[in-house]
């Protein structure tokens, strides 16, 4: 059973728009979310995070929302730049959990 | 500060062999987590460790196993390879593993088993 689900498997952006991917979790013990992006061949590198006590995180380009009702976030990226290009990473971690639990990523495509 | 290191960075392993994954985590850094990544899935959790001790498993069958020295670094063993355990694996770390941490990955070890 996924606890953290990415539906889009892909997206693509045109240079300067803005990106909006999604992640939906289930277990409501989540309280930390976190972005993770990666390039190929190399390890995923920390983006972005938020804590449950929020409902917005913003940084550079980068804004994290937190809809906990809807065990919804999202990222917004804007403007998007070609260099974004990469898969995107959800992951959730839960009260004294040891562990992050990530979704399946979304591929994005930014088009120059 | 140097970042975390995986060795070797490729590994081409026949079925029924048994590997061993080698990480070093950041300076500093007491927490050492697996992950494994194959095509069309997410990081899944293999296991956590903290001062030599495990303190999460995911759902991995036995063959899978790890340890951590007294130094924070850690290697991973899989013993008696099968096709699907050729994926990218995944060492981070953080300072103490708690929550709201955010974990530092290197860069994988690609395992191919033939």
């Known amino acids: 059973d996924q606890q953290v689900k990415q539906n889009s498997p892909s997206l693509s952006v045109q240079e300067g728009r803005i990106s909006i991917l999604n992640c939906d979790y289930t277990?409501?013990?989540?309280?930390?979310f976190l972005w993770y992006k990666k390039y190929p061949a190399e390890g995923p590198t920390f983006l972005i995070s938020?804590?449950?006590?929020?409902d917005k995180n913003e940084d550079g380009r980068f804004t994290v929302f937190l809809n906990k009702s809807a065990k919804h976030l999202s990222l917004h990226i804007v403007p998007s730049q070609p260099g974004d290009s990469a898969v995107y990473f959800c992951a959730a971690s839960g009260a004294g959990s040891y562990q992050l639990t990530f979704g399946k990523g979304t591929k994005l495509s930014v088009i120059p | 500060k140097a970042g975390v290191t995986q060795t070797p960075r490729y590994l081409i392993k026949t079925r029924g062999q048994q590997v061993t994954l080698s990480c070093s985590p950041i300076s500093g850094h007491r927490s050492v987590s697996w992950y494994q990544q194959t095509p069309g899935q997410g990081l899944q959790f293999l296991f956590e460790?903290?001062?030599?001790?495990?303190?999460n498993k995911g759902n991995f069958p036995g063959r899978f196993s790890g340890r951590q020295f007294s130094n924070s670094r850690s290697e991973m063993n899989v013993s008696t390879l099968e096709l699907g355990d050729s994926a990218l694996y995944l060492c981070?770390?953080?300072?103490?593993?708690?929550?709201?941490?955010?974990?530092?990955f290197g860069s994988g070890t690609q395992l191919s088993v033939l």
């Open positions: 981070a770390s953080s300072l103490a593993g708690g929550p709201n941490e955010k974990l530092f």
């Open positions: 460790y903290f001062s030599e001790t495990q303190r």
């Open positions: 938020i804590s449950s006590i929020k």
């Open positions: 277990n409501s013990m989540f309280d930390y």
